[in-house]
């Protein structure tokens, strides 16, 4: 897996440490204070920090600006790309330019449809048209090529090869559940160096998922870390276990969130047991942490889930 | 079948003010399968614009004529006869048929009546579904039969995305359902479900819309 690109993730992975990687979502505005904002509170936090790429399909500052305003600030970043606005030329000419600032890990994901955008109070661009010219699978072995052969999808040459440590996303408990762990298969076959998973709080459902991928040798060809979003009400656990695929909230947790007194620290005590949970299951190598516009819960999760300080940031 | 869908009269009042008579076309090929274009839907729909144009305060006269197909030359020629007595058309064929239309009449204006959606099957009666997103380059003998590029929000070429709902529907629209879920069903089925894991490389979109303006040349047909 290592190929030695060099960054403080892959090392941390690689030292067996038990990694955190933590989400901050850019603003929907110019202001890079915005994004310097929750990295000085984050510092310190994580191993390195994804930089989302216009999640729910809301035009956000883009994921490429906000990772290099991430770097400035001494955080490394972790560069989301969708394949849902950019074909295989834009994608590619985008990576060029993220490594030339620095950028040097890069998650692939297909995206959230444009039509997500149009939920709640935004009205979205759901009739903008999409591109899917390559799929998150095909984009994962764009990147592997660009850094093993130094070469683009078509097969002409990059200047130099371009290193950098290749992320997917796995959602193990969405069906066809029974292909789920060969299609994480595909992705690791395609270069993918770590996974961050669909949000987890069904821990038996997660550890059957795991323990599938370990029987398949795939948790020792990459690194999964298990995506854990910070509770802050019953409604947001209601709403997940409702409207998105594949994260399944156990109706006692619902109910434990409804009656707490305060739901902020009981979301994080979730949080903290959720990490403990997973942490305890063989193949799992880390968390992704996610507290939707609330990141300054984040330290005081990791704090108290004992994963401070972390390597580098004694 | 190609699948068009009525615009809103509306936009047609708007499209067809300052026009005194009109004819409206349509097509008994496609869309009068799908129901949107043939001669029942022009007979339907006549009556309906000549009141909603008398409501604005342009009341105009409508012909009718449906044509066998409107993609093809030597039923278009049809309309020369009734082409002369009007001062603008609306079709409600497809896209083909319009443009068809326009070029056969170039000094008229030739207005479109319907908007031209997808190439679909009538999966019930009243409900149709895409199959085909006529990409260039097929893949269902790799997928059961099943069209990823078409029938996923996504065009994925390598499996689901993590949208699939716990029965089965795709994230997007919960009525549709998630063709990777079904080609895996099949996979699954004929116990084949290990020849999915093979990864298929980004496709050629080069022999669609994607690589220009399509053109057909055949040298064994040509005059």
Redesign the interface.
């Known amino acids: 897996m290592t190929k030695g690109v060099g960054t403080n993730l892959e090392q941390v992975l690689a030292a067996g440490t038990f990694a955190v990687t933590a989400e901050v979502g850019p603003p929907r505005g110019g202001d890079p204070e915005a994004i310097r904002r929750k990295a000085s509170f984050l510092r310190g936090v994580a191993d390195a920090y994804n930089v989302t790429d216009n999640q729910t399909a809301v035009v956000r500052m883009s994921s490429i600006a906000g990772a290099k305003i991430l770097l400035d600030e001494g955080l490394e970043p972790v560069m989301q790309m969708t394949?849902?606005d950019r074909n295989?030329i834009a994608l590619q000419s985008d990576l060029l330019g993220a490594w030339a600032l620095g950028i040097r890990n890069c998650l692939c994901i297909?995206?959230?449809?444009q039509?997500?955008g149009a939920g709640g109070k935004l009205k979205g661009h759901p009739g903008a048209k999409?591109v899917?010219?390559?799929?998150?699978?095909?984009l994962l072995?764009?990147l592997r090529d660009l850094r093993e052969q130094g070469v683009q999808?078509s097969g002409d040459a990059v200047d130099e090869p371009v290193p950098l440590f290749i992320g997917a996303?796995?959602?193990p408990l969405?069906?066809?559940e029974?292909?789920r762990a060969?299609?994480l298969?595909?992705k690791v076959?395609?270069g993918a160096d770590f996974i961050q998973t669909?949000a987890v709080y069904d821990v038996p459902g997660f550890a059957a998922a795991v323990e599938s991928a370990r029987e398949m040798e795939l948790t020792e060809r990459t690194a999964i870390l298990a995506g854990i979003i910070v509770p802050r009400s019953a409604g947001m656990l209601r709403y997940m276990n409702a409207n998105v695929?594949?994260v399944n909230v156990p109706d006692d947790l619902i109910q434990r969130m409804k009656s707490a007194k305060d739901p902020r620290a009981e979301g994080i005590a979730v949080t903290v047991e959720l990490i403990e949970a997973v942490r305890a299951l063989p193949g799992i190598r880390g968390v992704h942490l996610q507290a939707i516009e609330a990141e300054q819960l984040l330290p005081e999760v990791v704090e108290r889930a004992g994963l401070l300080p972390r390597p580098g940031n004694k | 079948m190609i699948v068009a869908e009525w615009k809103p009269i509306a936009e047609l009042v708007q499209m067809l003010r300052g026009h005194k008579k009109v004819l409206l076309a349509g097509c008994a090929t496609c869309v009068a399968e799908c129901a949107s274009g043939g001669e029942r839907e022009v007979e339907t729909l006549a009556p309906l614009l000549r009141m909603a144009m008398q409501v604005d305060g342009n009341p105009i006269q409508i012909r009718t004529k449906t044509l066998e197909r409107q993609c093809e030359w030597e039923f278009v020629e049809e309309l020369a006869e009734i082409v002369p007595e009007v001062d603008a058309i609306i079709s409600i064929a497809c896209g083909i048929g319009i443009q068809a239309l326009a070029e056969r009449f170039p000094d008229l204006p030739v207005y479109p009546g319907v908007n031209t959606t997808s190439l679909a099957i009538r999966e019930e009666p009243g409900l149709w579904a895409v199959r085909c997103a006529a990409c260039g380059d097929c893949v269902l003998g790799d997928t059961y039969g099943l069209c990823p590029i078409a029938r996923c929000?996504?065009?994925?070429?390598?499996?689901?995305?993590?949208?699939?709902?716990?029965d089965?529907k795709c994230?997007?629209?919960e009525d549709v359902d998630?063709v990777?879920?079904l080609i895996?069903?099949r996979a699954?089925a004929r116990g084949k479900?290990?020849e999915?894991?093979e990864?298929?490389?980004?496709?050629d979109?080069s022999n669609s819309g994607h690589g220009g303006p399509k053109r057909i040349l055949r040298e064994e047909l040509r005059p």
Request: proline share 6%.
């Open positions: 394949v849902r295989r297909s995206g959230d449809h039509k997500a999409n899917y010219d390559v799929d998150s699978i095909q072995a764009v999808e996303a796995w959602t969405a069906p066809p029974d292909f060969l299609r298969a595909k076959d395609a669909q695929p594949g | 929000a996504k065009s994925l070429m390598n499996g689901p995305c993590g949208g699939t709902r716990s089965g994230e997007v629209d998630c990777w879920n895996v069903e699954r479900m290990q999915l894991t990864f298929r490389k980004a496709k979109w």
